[in-house]
C-alpha cells in the first residue's frame, strides 16, 4: 500500500522510506519487504533506533521531513489505505489463539483516508500546508523524554545485546523492566513477545503470547491480546490530530 502511494506522489517530489523494527535482523523482514516489491527504499532498524530517537511507540507510525531535513509532523499513527479485514470470520484453518487475534484487530480504530488527504496536502502545498506543523508544534507533540523513558531505551538495547548473544535468559530480565519504565511503548513489547513466541509455524511472529496449556513457560506480564483486550482494541492508537 506505500508503494502505490509512492507511485501517485513520487513524481511530485515525496520519497517515502520504509524502516523495519526488527532486533533479528533484515531476515526477519526479507519475507514481507520481497512481497511488497517496494520502488523506495527500505530499511531494517536492528537497534530500534527510531523508537529511540523519533519517539515510535507502535506500528506503523509516519513522520514527515521536509526538503531541508526538518521534522514537520512528529511520530504519528499512519496509514496510506485500509490495512486489515473489517468485518468477517477470520480465515479457515487459523488456531483459535490467530483467531482472537484477527477479531481484536478488525476492532481497531484507524482513519487512514485522513491520513492520506493531509499527506497529499502537504505534498501540493508545503510549507503553507496546514498539516506541516511549526517547530514548536512538533516538539510539543513529540513523545517525552523524561528519565523512565531514558533508562527504558537503555534496558531495551543491553536486552537486544544479550538476546542476540544467546543469553536469552537475562535479556528477559531487561524487556520486562524496559516494558515496566514505558508501558505504553508497544514498540518494545511487541519486539520481546515476537522473540519469545513459542514455534507455531507460519503464525510464530505474530502469535506474541503463550500457548494453551504452556502459560507457565511465557516470561512477561502480557502479551498482544490480553493487552489489547483490557486496554479497548479502540484505544489501541492514539486519535490521528490533523
Request: proline share 10%; aromatic share 10%; hydrophobic share 35%.
Amino acid at each position: 500500500m506505500w508503494q502505490a502511494l509512492r507511485s501517485e506522489l513520487h513524481p511530485l517530489g515525496l520519497e517515502i522510506v520504509t524502516v523495519g523494527m526488527d532486533t533479528m535482523g533484515p531476515e526477519a523482514c526479507r519475507p514481507y519487504i520481497e512481497a511488497a516489491s517496494p520502488e523506495h527504499p527500505s530499511l531494517v532498524d536492528v537497534g530500534h533506533a527510531m523508537a529511540e530517537r523519533f519517539g515510535v511507540v507502535n506500528i506503523p507510525n509516519g513522520i514527515w521531513i521536509d526538503e531541508e531535513g526538518v521534522v514537520v509532523r512528529p511520530a504519528e499513527p499512519a496509514f496510506p489505505g485500509e490495512h486489515r479485514p473489517r468485518g468477517g470470520p477470520p480465515p479457515e484453518g487459523f488456531p483459535e489463539h490467530m483467531r482472537d487475534i484477527v477479531v481484536e484487530a478488525s476492532k481497531i480504530q484507524t482513519d487512514p483516508e485522513a491520513y492520506v488527504d493531509a499527506l497529499r496536502d502537504w505534498v501540493d502545498r508545503g510549507a503553507e500546508s496546514p498539516y506541516a506543523l511549526s517547530p514548536d508544534e512538533v516538539v510539543t507533540r513529540s513523545a517525552p523524554r523524561g528519565r523512565a523513558e531514558a533508562e527504558g531505551a537503555a534496558h531495551f538495547e543491553l536486552a537486544q545485546h544479550l538476546w542476540r548473544g544467546g543469553r536469552e535468559d537475562e535479556a528477559i530480565g531487561h524487556f520486562r523492566e524496559a516494558h515496566r519504565l514505558q508501558p505504553d511503548n508497544f514498540s518494545y513489547k511487541r519486539q520481546a513477545w515476537s522473540m519469545a513466541s513459542p514455534g507455531t509455524g507460519p503464525f510464530e511472529r505474530f502469535w506474541q503470547g503463550p500457548v494453551e496449556g504452556r502459560e507457565h513457560e511465557w516470561p512477561y506480564e502480557s502479551d498482544w491480546l490480553s493487552e489489547v483486550r483490557q486496554r479497548g482494541a479502540e484505544r489501541y492508537y492514539p486519535e490521528l490530530d490533523l
